[in-house]
């Protein structure tokens, strides 16, 4: 009788448990799931988005003219988006990382710091576009400053090459401050006993952090890692804000492409091709560098 | 099974049911009910220029006559042109849509408005119908293919008449350099770069092959062909430093101030810069030509021209007959269309002259030019390019001249695009 009781109490637990699961599950279905269902339906379509105009199934064609890419507008923007992912991933890390061990001590001014360095991360994307080309627009406050002072101006926006590497740090600056958070965060976890073992030991600084704080940080570095090549990947507002893709199509990313071209010409089918593709992308990277990072996690729990 | 339990299940029970509940409350079944109170929504362009207070003020007499109440609304996204169909496609489109023209997709989506006999006399409802249908009214007529010069510039460098063809084109732009004027020819960034390209062709490009849409959708010439002639003559000017780079990075705003403080001798751009050079006077002589042609006997050309304050009415309005009131008042009503050329500069046979200077340099312009054309960008008639997102790709290809890229490639890639969209 006694265990009839606790095994209808278990699963009556089991049911309030699962039942409790249901609000998350119903939100994360209708804005996550459905949403890419109907992404993934109609990439197969030509459909221009309109109800009264419904969708043709096409098969693969809008695939077939993402990979053909017949006038060549993907392609650019793939190769954009990849540099901005990939060498935009090691600035933010970068920066991220090197701030956070200067920061990583609680004072006044560190704090403040902290804020200052979280700050632009606040600010919508859009506007940080905006803002940095006032600044570093040809007629830009650094332009109007070099000069007057007699100095010829860069062409931070106007070069093809220039406005993407502007692009890029553009980015880094708006995004590093999550990335930021999340490194002190990791910093301290690191355990202090360790490290004042290491030090006991003669361990200079930069050898306490290669032999006990960086193997200690292993799984932040990769939290970080893909959080940063995610948002990366899907970079748009600030591309708008900064140089709407241009000059030419010298800064459009494959979001811009997405939303900017495809979208805005009421391609949703082939839009929606480009997103699956890119969301299939940023998959395949993000399980990638997860199973590369995982022997360097094993090292942090033996750290740890 | 004990109460707290019991209270665990039932509070779980009702969390799972509030987004079910929430999805319902915020789901409607018919977005044309949002307008059955009679209110009659209209979805405008916000600009400098074209205020939400301006247009509140624009529909007050027609609201107090009519007893409509009509609610503005500026775009969602960047544009009308974007927002439209995005609203079209949540199921709340408004009920009157300003400051577009239907293309492909949304033409099927408006209100054939053919049998009113207003329609048909507005300013060029003949250019915007297609095969006689009429589903975009407007008020008046942008002129496109306008030149806006610095008098005093054009005197230092000794210039004594706007020019007239090419070659004088060219040489005015050689003694604006020589003169030390930092930009003899302005560009700008963004969707300028390219509808400026094409506003300096219009004249030219018609006098070649008039009607030059129809002749490149019936394959008889390439999209290439008919604008490579005009990315030489930019080219040119690129390679000599009368324009550059940094013209197509620079945004319109910035560039038209430029052109106030008196650092640009020629600004290619649409009739409505009359109404931001009144609104900020400079303080030198401003003219106005018609872009170069060949031959001094055809200038000036046709003039390149869109429709001033086009409206169209959403087919699936819950209030048809508010929204098309409302429409035939914006464009018929005297005292309505005096305060939308109050509000943006445009020029209607019969139109009181403004009091703005440059509105009136303008008109005159317009006055002897010989013909009237539609522009490339527009979507709308039997002038109509079969394809969309003409101008955003002209302009992302043509501001390549500014990068060093050949006049022919950028030709040939225009016309791969144009073959690729075709197809669909």
């Known amino acids: ?304 | 099974m004990s109460t707290s339990f019991r209270r665990r299940a039932r509070g779980a029970v009702a969390l799972g049911f509030v987004p079910v509940l929430a999805l319902a409350a915020c789901s409607s079944g018919d977005a044309s009910a949002e307008t059955d109170d009679g209110s009659v929504r209209m979805l405008v362009n916000i600009t400098d220029n074209l205020t939400q207070a301006k247009w509140e003020e624009l529909v007050l007499p027609f609201e107090e006559e009519s007893g409509i109440d009509v609610k503005i609304e500026g775009p969602s996204g960047q544009s009308v042109s974007e927002s439209f169909p995005a609203l079209l496609a949540a199921g709340t489109a408004p009920d009157v849509i300003e400051s577009i023209v239907p293309g492909p997709d949304t033409a099927p989506e408006l209100l054939d408005l053919t049998e009113h006999e207003w329609a048909s006399g507005t300013p060029m409802a003949d250019l915007y119908s297609t095969d006689g249908t009429i589903n975009v009214v407007g008020v008046g007529m942008q002129e496109q293919s306008l030149m806006y010069y610095n008098a005093d510039l054009f005197e230092e460098a000794g210039i004594t008449e706007p020019p007239a063809t090419w070659d004088e084109f060219d040489a005015a732009l050689a003694a604006l350099d020589s003169a030390g004027v930092a930009t003899p020819v302005a560009f700008a960034s963004d969707w300028a770069t390219g509808v400026q390209i094409q506003q300096i062709w219009h004249p030219q490009q018609n006098l070649t092959t008039p009607g030059w849409q129809q002749s490149v959708a019936d394959g008889s010439s390439t999209l290439g062909d008919q604008f490579q002639p005009v990315f030489e003559h930019v080219a040119d000017w690129v390679e000599a430093g009368y324009t550059t780079a940094d013209d197509v990075a620079t945004d319109t705003g910035t560039q038209e101030a430029n052109f106030i403080a008196g650092e640009v001798g020629i600004y290619p751009m649409g009739s409505w810069f009359s109404t931001t050079l009144a609104a900020s006077p400079p303080d030198f002589e401003v003219g106005v030509f018609a872009p170069p042609v060949d031959d001094a006997a055809d200038a000036p050309g046709p003039m390149g021209a869109t429709i001033a304050f086009p409206y169209m009415v959403w087919k699936g309005t819950a209030n048809p007959d508010g929204a098309t009131a409302l429409v035939e008042y914006l464009v018929t009503d005297d005292a309505a269309i005096a305060k939308q050329a109050e509000m943006d500069s445009f020029s209607r046979e019969g139109l009181e002259p403004s009091d703005n200077e440059y509105a009136g340099l303008v008109q005159e312009l317009s006055d002897s030019a010989p013909s009237y054309v539609v522009p490339g960008n527009q979507t709308v008639g039997d002038y109509a390019l079969p394809v969309a997102g003409f101008n955003p790709k002209f302009t992302e290809l043509a501001q390549g001249l500014w990068q060093g890229r050949s006049p022919a490639d950028v030709a040939a890639d225009l016309t791969a695009w144009y073959e690729t969209e075709k197809r669909g």
């Not at chain 1, 933010?92 to 979280?118: D, E, H, Q, W």
């Not at chain 1, 090459?161 to 600056?173: P, R």
């Not at chain 1, 006991?200 to 193997?215: E, I, K, Y």
């Not at chain 1, 708008?240 to 010409?265: K, M």
């Open chain 1, 1 to 304: 009788m006694a265990r009839t009781t606790t095994s209808r109490r278990g699963f009556v637990s089991s049911l309030a448990n699962g039942l409790m699961t249901i609000p998350a599950a119903a939100v994360y279905a209708g804005l996550t799931v459905v949403p890419v269902g109907f992404a993934v339906y109609y990439s197969f379509t030509r459909y221009n988005g309109i109800p009264s105009q419904p969708p043709t199934w096409v098969g693969f064609e809008n695939y077939a003219r993402v990979i053909q890419d017949p006038i060549g507008d993907l392609r650019p923007a793939v190769v954009v988006t990849t540099l901005i992912a990939v060498v935009g991933a090691f600035l933010v890390n970068g920066a991220a990382l090197a701030l956070a061990l200067l920061l990583r001590r609680t004072t006044p001014f560190n704090t403040f710091a902290r804020v200052v360095m979280f700050y632009p991360h606040v600010l919508s994307a859009l506007i940080v576009g905006f803002l940095w080309q006032a600044i570093l627009g040809p007629q830009g406050a650094v332009n109007n400053l070099l000069e007057s002072r007699g100095t010829s101006s860069l062409p931070f926006l106007a070069d093809p090459d220039w406005a993407l590497a502007t692009l890029i740090v553009v980015i880094v600056w708006a995004q590093f401050g999550v990335q930021l958070v999340l490194y002190l965060a990791g910093l301290q976890a690191v355990s202090p006993e360790l490290q004042e073992a290491a030090r006991l030991d003669g361990a200079g600084s930069v050898q306490v952090f290669r032999h006990v704080t960086w193997p200690a940080l292993a799984p932040t570095v990769t939290v970080t890692i893909v959080t940063s090549v995610l948002s990366l990947l899907k970079v748009y507002d600030v591309v708008l804000g900064l140089t709407n893709g241009g000059p030419g199509d010298a800064t459009q990313t494959w979001a811009y492409e997405i939303l900017a071209v495809s979208f805005a010409n009421n391609k949703v089918g082939l839009a929606c091709a480009q997103a699956v593709l890119l969301v299939l992308v940023a998959g395949i990277l993000s399980f990638t560098i997860i199973a590369l990072r995982r022997r360097a996690e094993e090292g942090a729990e033996a750290v740890g």
